[in-house]
């Protein structure tokens, strides 16, 4: 059921030739309609997921709607520190990144640690994306001016984070970490905005609402996937709407200066919410750095290969 569209305010024509974009999560429901938007806008495309026979046939049929031959698909598994930092290493030949949408998220996985030691649902729904937007900051930094856009959820007005507890397993239900997981996204796009700042890189936060993807589709409840993937097929809004939402944030000039907001529906949404508690974002940002184990020399010295100078990326931490 489609009653309204919500996202009629955030058309754009803004052409996007010389650009180059990175979106996670495009072989399938948001991110494959948010990589086919920018693909029609004449940007190179980057797009990354973990199941490389499905960014295959991704990668086909965005450049067959868009007429856009430069779309290039690159493997990555956010459930995997080392897989997030391969290929950032791979992307060594990448001249510039103007564009980075951190589009990954998924619900009804197992409770149980990654071989990163981080809870399943955390990693792939946070830490994953953390470390990724840490270690391309520097390029993104020489494409300035560049923007992240990081996609939440209206799920994390139930988030919370413990700093004892938000890792561990056992704690929380599942849709619990899902919360707390898009919550901690908003938290640090904050932050990021703080320590970014006058780098030229923006960095936004948003919630995209419902929209008819299968997102539930990682559920072992036959029954349970079943209903809820109806109930978004019968309520959410057409993926290539709701597309638009993150591709507006990350083209319009009228977002220039209104990085380290949050945005639903093409609107800031409270963002004062989360900007106020500058102890809670700061320790966010910390914490996530010592559990994606950021400090590792390794980083540093990918980074300087990689980008340029280990001051670009000592500056923002
Ligand atoms: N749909 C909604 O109603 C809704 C509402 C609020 C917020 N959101 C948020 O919007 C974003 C997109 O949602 P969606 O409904 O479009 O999701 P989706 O249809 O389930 O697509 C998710 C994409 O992420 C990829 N992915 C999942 N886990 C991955 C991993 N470990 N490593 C690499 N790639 C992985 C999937 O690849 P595979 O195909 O290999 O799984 C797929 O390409 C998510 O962040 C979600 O939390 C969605």
Known sequence: MYRRDDFSDCDTDIRLDGKVALVTGATAGTGFEIAKNLARRGAKVIIASRNATKLAGAKQDI?????????????????????????????????????????????GLQDRLTEDGLQLMMQVNYFGSFLLTFLLFPLMRRSAPSRIVNVSSLALILGHIDFDNWNDVNKY????????????????????????????????????????????????????????????LHFGR???????????????PKFETESGKHFRDCKEFYSSWFANDTILTRRVWEESKKLVRITREEDWERAQNNFGSRTQLYNII
Do not use: W
């Open 63 to 107: 450049i067959m709607d868009s007429g856009n031959q430069n779309i290039v698909a690159r493997q990555m598994d956010l459930a995997s520190l080392t897989s997030v930092r391969n290929f950032v290493g791979e992307l060594r030949s990448e001249p510039r990144l103007d564009i980075l949408i951190n589009n990954i998220g998924a619900i």
């Open 173 to 232: 239900s599942n849709f619990g970490y899902y919360c707390n997981a898009k919550l901690a996204d908003v938290l640090f796009s904050v932050e990021m905005n703080k320590r970014a700042a006058d780098s030229g890189v923006s960095v936004y936060s948003m919630d995209p609402g419902l929209g008819k993807s299968e997102f539930f589709r990682n559920f072992e409840n036959d029954i349970l996937k079943n209903i809820l993937n109806s109930a978004l």
């Open 238 to 252: 057409p993926l290539h709407r709701v597309a638009t939402m993150s591709v507006y944030l990350a083209v319009d």
